[in-house]
């Protein structure tokens, strides 16, 4: 008989409807059946594409006996991280403050007022590598519970205490000016992995907000170290098994620091920030692998991610069922040199095996491999049709095997990360179907996550809105996304939208006296702690994307309210970015505009001219682009004629203009744009 969570929206709490377990979702009637039963809360979070996740849920979720004990002595919650980041993030805070680490699925055991007072992650269903087993722990906390309970409040308060009193170092307000940049950039070298590129050690996660910071330092300048870095990182993280080399699109991380294998799930949030980046990379360099990259990426997401309402789906699950039926991680992906003979032949499968790496000893489990280029080829060999040819018939055969599960939720914040990304590759690149796609997206948030008040709901799955108000990454990074359509588009109506969820940020998210930004608006849900968090995780803070975004309409605008919020909120960059650059990439990115202006180019003329694209094209940090007929819909065109009766270009940099230009290669010069 399904529990409560029958009618959620989410893909990740539905996929636990038919448990045994009687979950709740999160809500105040939960922990008000605790208090009148008198016992704990069990609190477990996830997602749905986690390993993990899938793995406890097997073991210990669908176990009677397990289930038995969790409904006789807990009220069970169920969390989706990814429809509650708040949720996720103050427990987590927790679970790391007491542990030393985190992850998930993340166990947390709770009173009845929501305070935490014992954590964990995954519980195995029997003892094993010294962890206990998930029974034990049910018995436990609730033996602890029963006879111990003064003791278990004390410390659930004190947590409590302890987590609402952590103070975050937000800077003096001021934005990091040259020194600290230079030590950000330092910091970064001597983390980088000169061999493999990328950051530290395994897992290895792709660094997208630092490569933009990167890439933003060598515009502005010079720095060869800077290009290098990024560009090498790049390039392995292309060439390796993290990068689906038959389909497009980047798994989650990887396990070993070669970027060789790695864990399966894709992410519309990589994929989103990867495509924009590698879109930036071709637009520096003029990479040919590049250039590949982004537009394999960008039709990754539209072609597996795009929803029958036009947003973009959440991800795509590492695990998949195999030849016996059995959900395997990374099943659909994996390849043995007799699998590839059987789909093309003898020749062209051992010329495949060459080709990807796949090695009879294999390079994952069981003897497979994932694809690879190890030689260095980016597909610009002697016989390149032969290799096209049989990317063709390896795609194809690998379209009739099980597919993993995709997470049909769209998530606004996500959707903001892969509008942005389209609309600047689809202009870059003349891939008029890719700004569609961003168009449609952005429709899609407007008519269904926006509300009348410009207030924005975190999901929706199937065209029905979810429940969850957005948070600061909600907004900021779909205003980012409704900002990359108006310079594309030259249609001021989506920078009329940035403007309505930037004034919400103002009004909700930041604190007046510090100019600090929180996660949650101030009048949303109370919980033990109002979570705020500057650094980055697999996607940009909300509060360095709030900067970023608010920076850039005030460029586009001249609103100063706007630009002094945004020169406050990078404070805590200047804080953190002498020591850890790698945790504040985006925010760095951010400041790199900052420093430079950034310049404000108006372009009177046909959108979608000749000055309009290279424009677009430049690579001045952060740059922002209006394009339209004089005096037409974005403010950046008051005032802005033609010259002679051609195509104007104007570029402002900190309240001075440069003289009007009609000629693209002086506009290109000014603005860096080397393509």
Known sequence: MPNRLAHETSPYLLQHADNPVDWWPWSAEAFAAARERGVPVLLSVGYSS????????????????????????????????????????????????????????????????????????????????????????????????????????????????????????????????????????????????????????APKFPPSMVVEFLLRTH???????????????????????????LGGGFARYSVDREWVVPHFEKMLYDNALLCRAYAHLWRTTGSDLARRVALETADFMVRELRTNEGGFASALDADSPDATGRLVEG?????????????????DGDLAAAYFGVTEEGTFEEGASVLQLPRGEDGTVADADRIAGIRERLLAARAERPAPGRDDK???????????????????????????????????LVRLHLDDRARLARTSKDGHVGANAGVLEDYADVAEGFLALASVTGEGVWLDFAGFLLDHVLAQFVDADSGALYDTAADGERLIRRPQ???DNAAPSGWTAAAGALLSY????????????????????????????????????????????PREVAVAGAVGGALHRVALLGTAPGAVVAAGQPDGEL?????????????????CRGFVCDLPTTDAEELARVLGAAR
Request: charged share 25%.
């Open 331 to 347: 099943a659909y992906y994996v390849w043995t040199p007799a699998q590839l003979r059987e789909v093309l032949g003898e020749d």
């Open 219 to 245: 515009a502005r300048t010079g720095s060869e170290g800077a290009l290098q870095m990024a560009a090498d990182t790049c390039e392995h993280m292309a060439r390796g098994g993290i990068y689906d080399q």
């Open 554 to 597: 005030a460029a586009q605008t001249g609103a100063t309210p706007h630009r002094e919020a945004a020169e406050r909120a990078l404070g805590v960059v200047a804080a953190l970015a002498p020591r850890a650059p790698r945790f504040i990439g985006h925010g760095l990115a951010v400041a790199e505009a900052a420093l430079d202006g």
């Open 50 to 201: 986690c390993h993990w996740c899938h793995v406890m849920a097997h073991e210990s979720f669908e176990d009677e006996a397990t289930a038995a004990l969790m409904n006789e002595h807990f009220v069970n919650i169920k969390v989706d991280r990814e429809e509650r980041p708040d949720v996720d993030a103050v427990y987590m805070e927790a679970v790391q403050a007491a542990t030393g680490q985190g992850g998930w699925p993340m166990t947390v055991f709770l009173t009845a007022d929501a305070e935490p007072f014992y954590f964990g992650t995954y519980f195995p269903p029997e003892p094993r590598h010294g962890m206990p087993s998930f029974p034990q722990v049910l018995d436990g906390v609730r033996r602890a519970w029963t006879d111990r309970r003064d003791e278990v409040a004390e410390v659930a308060a004190k947590i409590t205490l302890d987590l609402s009193e952590r103070q975050l170092a937000v800077g003096d307000g001021g934005r990091p000016g040259e020194e600290e940049l230079s030590q950000a950039l330092l910091g970064l070298t001597r983390d980088y992995d000169a061999t493999h590129g990328g950051f530290g050690g």
């Open 410 to 444: 769209v998530v606004a914040a996500w959707n903001g990360l892969a509008i942005a990304a389209l609309a600047e590759t689809g202009a870059l690149f003349d891939r008029p179907d890719l700004v569609a796609a961003a168009v449609a997206a952005g429709d899609l």
């Open 533 to 535: 968090d500057p650094t």
């Open 635 to 651: 403010p950046l065109l008051a005032g802005r004629t033609l010259v002679d009766g051609e195509e104007t270009a104007y570029v």
